[in-house]
């Protein structure tokens, strides 16, 4: 057993030592010329100082949650203050994934300009790099956290005790464990926010004034947002992502281990290996993704998206062939969970339908929100009659983007759960989440690739240098899409997973929506993805008036600025973002935080054949099925809406007329595109996290909450008394039953 414990953590160095060496490749590529490096670093400076100011806040409310988590630790019968030093290693780790992110996204940007200048070869090559470097350090710190975390409370509560692995000591180790996938979360959801509020802002204020207004380019040195949106691309879709992917990534493995302790086994790893599975499963797709990336490779001229499907498909299909032998050698033939029974074949067969619906998610994620599809392109012929007509056709795709999806999740979840039951649906989102270091390498080389068109276009580099550099960001737009629509799949899969290992904790059998207050928590839950969305998209509406007036002021009040004699303000366009972000990400995220505290805790006691518990499951079930909604239809309305007016810049027929750049249409789709980028970059994608992050603090707080699991009463044993006869109604004999002999009552002519 040890060497396969120790193996686990071992991956996650593998993948750390691949980041420092990809790392330090792309830090001796070229970086260009002096003022494409002057540009870089106005970049970087403002990504790491809108960090330093997210992770200040962050770390006040590390420490808040530390004292409660203190508290619950102290009074819990199945919890332990080692849950505190467990979040804060997951807190840690997540700001650690979005930093290492940050730091390699403003490096890569302007060597991908720089490399663009020779060949598109040569420029995939660099911001590939860049993302790969992300994706590995993402995985590597899970598995390592995860693996590491778990040999330490697995010795300490179990093996040190000599309590067995499905008892009481294990639930503790795991409920500890249950605290570095909280942190984890928490930051997950404040970047995420806070990210997607900073970039969103910079973005439309440099849209809506810079584009619409002046008739500039969005990158062009002119527009004093430029710099501001430009670092938002970091801020948002690389260290948010990152930290995002990284509690995706913690949460579904988590979630697969704590109902793997309820499985009944008996196998040559001491009961450990259902547990164990999942760990395993995500340290070999850390190998498997990094033979997938040697495969992402273009010529001059060649397909990208082709490339890049390349890889992620074999780093999948390895991933399927090694998962077969790493269960039929780990798992015993039958296992049962909750007197549901199934074999190892089945636990393979639900990481093969994991894998599928992934795949699937990702296909039609891409068939609604890539240019040159039939959904896109409805939207860019509905712009040829106004602003209004574009906004209706994007919600009308946004909303129709949401059928197949669900209809595909909904029959991965009945044939995960056909095949190994409530495992079976855990082991489904562990098994398509074991790719995550090829997804986010694929989905983090967008952002560089966009960051390099602006820097290519603010040092006025060649046109066919910006012309490589839009065929990478053409293809970043749709990845970043369907890494969207997959982290959507994951979480709905992750959650049902959390939902039910809540559900066991927490000592309750079943949700019953026949009771009032189960149904009125089931309504609660619903509501709380359109509140948190409505509470993101205003906080973007907010910072981008501020943005949008800063722009105007400088336009107007700084002498030269169009002519190119004057310089914009940059910095105070940074700031304006910053601090709209960091103040506006708090409320967003205290709801996801405090809903589920305030149910479990507020109604405690208050119905009288309602547990609380109960009353917080009817609302996960509300907030799970309203937040994927809200997140596919946000996410593709958003991508869609974004497609539509990059499909203006290479030129598209309307009735008959080859529309481009500057054209009435082309307003009014980036008009369409101002409206999506805060659903698909800042509302959209945080669904994901606010459900599973209810669905983590609901878990943490089960053993408080929950039905009190008192022991079985044995009866008393039966003390034989002289028996008096009836007048001869009654006639006394014995019998033996097991060897005892009792006595026994026989009526009068008969045999009984």
Request: one cysteine or more; a negative charge.
């Amino acid at each position: 057993m040890e060497p396969i414990l120790y193996a686990i953590p071992a991956f996650g160095v593998a993948a750390l030592i691949y980041t420092a060496i990809r790392s330090a490749w792309v830090t001796k590529q070229p970086s260009g010329n002096e003022r494409m490096s002057s540009i870089a670093r106005h970049i970087a400076d403002g990504a790491m100082a809108f960090l330093k100011a997210e992770y200040k806040v962050l770390a006040y409310f590390a420490i808040i949650a530390s004292v409660f988590l203190a508290y619950l630790g102290y009074t819990g019968e199945k919890s332990h203050p080692l849950i505190v030093g467990a979040f804060l290693i997951g807190a840690f780790f997540s700001a650690l994934a979005g930093f290492i992110g940050m730091r390699i996204a403003t490096k890569a940007n302007v060597r991908t300009a720089e490399a663009a200048r020779s060949s598109l070869s040569r420029a995939l090559s660099v911001s590939f790099a860049g993302g790969s470097v992300m994706g590995m350090g993402v995985a590597g710190l899970a598995v390592l956290g995860l693996g590491s975390l778990f040999i330490i409370f697995y010795y300490l509560f179990v093996q040190g005790t000599g309590a067995d692995v499905n008892g009481v000591q294990m639930e503790i180790a795991l409920e500890v464990l249950t605290g570095f996938s909280l942190g984890a979360e928490s930051i997950a959801l404040f970047a995420r926010v806070g990210g997607g509020i900073y970039t969103k802002a910079a973005d439309v204020g440099a849209d809506l004034v810079g584009k619409v207004e002046a008739g500039i380019p969005e990158d062009d040195p002119r527009n004093p947002a430029t710099i501001a949106d430009n670092v938002g691309d970091n801020v948002g879709d690389v260290a948010g992502m990152g930290a995002d992917l990284f509690g995706s990534y913690v949460a579904t493995i988590l979630a697969t281990m704590v109902l793997g302790r309820e499985v009944v086994v008996e196998d040559n790893f001491g009961g450990l290996s259902p547990i164990i599975l999942p760990m395993l499963i995500a340290g070999l797709g850390i190998v498997f993704s990094l033979i997938g990336m040697l495969f992402v490779r273009v010529s001059e001229g060649g397909d990208v998206q082709a490339a890049l499907n390349r890889g992620n498909w074999i780093s999948v299909l390895l991933t399927a062939v090694a998962a077969y032998f790493v269960i039929d050698w780990l798992l015993p033939e039958n296992l049962s969970l909750r007197n549901f029974e199934f074999t190892q074949l089945g636990v393979f067969m639900a990481v093969i339908v994991g894998l599928v619906v992934g795949t699937l998610m990702s296909i039609i994620t891409e068939y609604y929100t890539a240019m040159g599809k039939k959904p896109v392109n409805s939207i860019v012929q509905q712009s040829s009659t106004g602003h209004a007509t574009n906004i209706i056709a994007g919600l009308a795709v946004g909303m129709h983007s949401t059928v197949l999806p669900i209809i595909v999740l909904a029959a991965g979840i009945v044939l995960s759960y056909a095949s190994a039951g409530l495992y079976g649906v855990a082991i489904a989102a562990a098994g398509m989440m074991a790719t995550t270091a090829m997804q986010l390498a694929i989905d983090a080389f967008g952002p560089i690739a966009d960051n390099a068109g602006g820097i290519a276009e603010m040092s006025e580099l060649p046109k066919e240098v910006r012309g490589r550099t839009d065929i990478l960001d053409a293809v970043g737009n749709t990845t970043a899409a369907t890494g969207k629509g997959f982290a959507i799949a994951s979480a709905a899969l992750t959650s049902l997973a959390l939902f039910a290992a809540f559900v066991g904790i927490a000592g309750i059998e079943s949700i019953d929506l026949y009771k009032a207050p189960v149904l009125a928590g089931l309504f609660i839950g619903a509501m709380i993805p359109f509140i948190f969305s409505a509470l993101a998209i205003s906080a973007v509406g907010r910072a981008a008036m501020a943005m949008v007036h800063e722009v105007r002021r400088q336009f107007r009040e700084i002498p030269g600025i169009m002519e190119g004699t004057g310089k914009p303000e940059y910095e105070k366009c940074v700031a304006i973002s910053t601090q709209a972000a960091i103040r506006e990400m708090m409320l967003p995220g205290a709801i996801a935080l405090l809903v589920p505290i305030i149910i479990g805790f507020g109604f405690r006691d208050v119905f009288p054949d309602t547990s609380s518990a109960e009353v917080l499951g009817g609302t996960l079930a509300g907030v799970t099925v309203s937040g994927v909604l809200m997140a596919m239809f946000q996410s593709n309305a958003g991508g869609a809406w974004d497609n539509a007016k990059k499909s203006f810049e290479k030129g598209v027929e309307i009735n008959g007329v080859v529309e481009y750049k500057g054209s009435e249409p082309h307003k009014a789709s980036v008009t369409g595109d101002t409206v999506g980028d805060p659903f698909k970059d800042t509302s959209g994608p945080s669904m994901n996290i606010l459900i599973k992050l209810m669905s983590i603090v609901s878990l943490v707080i089960a053993p408080h909450i929950g039905l009190e699991q008192e022991p079985p009463i044995p009866e008393p044993p039966i003390e034989m008394e002289e028996i008096n006869m009836n007048q001869g109604q009654l006639t006394p004999s014995t019998a033996s039953i097991s060897g005892q002999n009792v006595a026994v009552l026989r009526l009068p002519g008969t045999a009984r």
